[in-house]
């Protein structure tokens, strides 16, 4: 079945340092690729998508690229902020039969200033 | 526009005890999901509805039954609480993947505890 696999977290960052939480998928067909983030006592929210092979999502900074080849989906930002602070899910959507959804078990980021 | 609300926030329970979680989206959107949210596991499936009257098992569907009597609502009940049903759960809903539209909105949670 499909599935997705993200880095363990959590990862501890100083302000405007790089940031990369890795993401990788197994699915059959073209699923689209997602970010969500959960911020303290909050419900999930979109953060980035990509519907096919080679898209760039990019929202607030972030970014990833659906990369078919090796099955990834990585998020980076350039320099993490504070209130970057959140938990990270990496997500597909099944384009076909049930379009359920199916999450990572999410990565928590601490920015510290 | 309220989006998706979820009732209540919070909520303590004993063993053996029955509630139901209320979702309701004002959204229009013909999907809508019920996670649960465990530390270390991510979001798991529990049941989920392609429209209003439809229900469909996810990947922990056992000891949780869900209603879609309204296009508008949708229900997760607990007949038995289990100290295992522990969790935060989250609904969410999506238009129908006919639009072409893919992205999940997401209540804030209702935190429950079993004792």
């Known amino acids: 079945g499909n599935s997705v696999t993200q880095m363990e977290g959590p990862v501890t960052l100083s302000e405007e340092a790089f940031l990369t939480i890795n993401c990788t998928y197994t699915?059959?067909?073209?699923?689209?690729l997602f970010w969500y983030v959960q911020y303290p006592g909050e419900g999930l929210q979109l953060l980035l998508k990509a519907t096919k092979a080679d898209d760039k999502g990019s929202n607030k900074g972030f970014e990833a690229t659906y990369r078919k080849e090796t099955t990834s989906f990585h998020l980076e930002k350039g320099s993490v902020q504070v209130s970057d602070s959140a938990v990270y899910f990496c997500?597909?959507?099944?384009?076909?039969?049930?379009?359920?959804?199916?999450f990572g078990t999410g990565t928590r980021l601490k920015v510290l200033a | 526009n309220a989006g998706v609300t979820q009732t209540p926030k919070f909520r303590v329970l004993k063993t053996g005890q029955s509630m139901t979680l209320l979702c309701a989206q004002d959204?229009?959107?013909?999907?809508m999901y019920w996670y649960r949210q465990d530390p270390g596991m991510g979001l798991r499936l529990i049941h989920y509805s392609v429209g209003e009257g439809t229900t469909a098992k996810g990947e922990v569907p056992d000891g949780y039954n869900v209603s879609r009597l309204k296009k508008q609502n949708f229900l997760l009940g607990l007949e038995s609480a289990a100290p295992s049903q522990t969790s935060v759960y989250f609904c969410?809903?999506?238009?129908?993947?006919?639009?072409?539209?893919?992205?999940?909105?997401f209540g804030s949670g209702t935190q429950l505890s079993v004792l």
């Open positions: 969410a809903s999506r238009k129908s993947p006919r639009t072409g539209e893919e992205k999940l909105f």
């Open positions: 997500a597909l959507s099944e384009t076909s039969g049930t379009y359920k959804y199916i």
């Open positions: 699915a059959t067909g073209y699923p689209s």
């Open positions: 959204m229009n959107h013909e999907y």
